[in-house]
């Protein structure tokens, strides 16, 4: 899309001489009529270097670092609740006793206000006994379409016995709910390939009534985010940004060389 802008830049600039900026990729300068001072065309060539260099266009639209930040939450919520969105699954990242150990979970909740990323998983699971000894995670989110990556970091906490796990437990539906009635542990050793379930449990349609015995392992796994980057492939250049966040959930943000 072209661009063909009228910006007036100097006081002392007389009228009948504006600048303009044109061209979709490359930026040209054009005088309309009669000679445009220096000092005139450096303030100018230099506000719009600032310009430039605090926005980033994306689909016609441009955004400075906060309307960024609100962009990537945006995604993220979109993700949580839209079951075909590509940032519905992501990995995360977080640490055990051999090293770091990476996960594709389904991101379940996304809190803009508050900062933070949940999802769901088997308190019995080894994931949840390793953010019990640290809690540190990492999350990456991944939109092939718009070649949008967002990763994040922060602190875990883990619920199972308070209301945010029973509003999640009452939220899940039957198909969710069956992958806790598991009547062995996650990542136990079979003979055979089996999903942990009895053969009545995967051939009956279960009631809600009949999988609340899977509620007692139940758990959700919440990020209070404290960092955040994103990153945009795009083909005449990519762009990166982060966003690091204080106690307040207010940020610092930067633009970063890809």
């Known amino acids: 899309m072209s661009i063909f802008t009228q910006l007036p830049f100097c006081k002392r600039h007389r009228e009948g001489q504006p600048l303009f900026l044109s061209g979709p990729n490359i930026l040209t300068i054009r005088l309309r009529a009669g000679?445009?001072?220096?000092?005139?065309?450096?303030?100018?060539?230099?506000?719009?270097?600032?310009?430039?260099?605090?926005?980033?266009?994306?689909?016609?639209?441009?955004?400075d670092l906060p309307a960024l930040e609100k962009d990537c939450w945006h995604r993220l919520v979109n993700g949580a609740v839209q079951g075909r969105n590509p940032m519905h699954n992501a990995v995360v990242a977080n640490m055990s006793h051999a090293g770091i150990n990476m996960r594709t979970v389904v991101l379940?909740?996304?809190?803009?206000?508050?900062?933070?990323?949940s999802f769901y998983t088997d308190i019995r699971s080894g994931k949840w006994e390793e953010i019990e000894q640290d809690n540190s995670i990492?999350?990456?989110l991944y939109d092939t379409s718009a070649r949008i990556q967002i990763r994040a970091s922060g602190l875990a906490s883990l619920?199972?016995?308070?209301e945010s796990a029973d509003l999640a437990w009452s939220s899940s539906n039957v198909s969710n709910r069956k992958s806790y009635l598991s009547v062995l542990l996650p990542s136990a050793?079979?003979?055979?390939?089996?999903?942990?379930?009895?053969?009545?449990?995967?051939?009956?349609?279960?009631?809600?009534?009949?999988?609340?015995?899977?509620?007692?392992n139940f758990g959700v796994i919440t990020t209070?985010?404290?960092?955040?980057?994103?990153?945009?492939?795009?083909?005449?250049?990519?762009?990166?940004?982060?966003?690091?966040?204080?106690?307040?959930?207010?940020?610092?943000?930067?633009?970063?060389?890809?």
């Open 108 to 117: 379940r909740k996304a809190s803009p206000l508050e900062k933070r990323l």
């Open 224 to 258: 209070q985010i404290k960092w955040m980057e994103w990153l945009w492939l795009n083909g005449t250049g990519h762009r990166r940004a982060n966003f690091v966040y204080d106690e307040s959930g207010e940020f610092t943000a930067n633009w970063l060389v890809p």
């Open 189 to 216: 050793a079979t003979l055979n390939p089996v999903s942990g379930l009895t053969q009545e449990m995967e051939s009956e349609d279960l009631t809600l009534e009949q999988t609340e015995e899977g509620r007692k």
């Open 138 to 140: 990492s999350w990456l």
């Open 35 to 63: 000679s445009v001072p220096s000092f005139c065309i450096n303030k100018y060539l230099r506000n719009l270097l600032i310009f430039y260099m605090q926005h980033v266009q994306i689909d016609g639209i441009k955004y």
């Open 159 to 162: 619920h199972q016995a308070d």
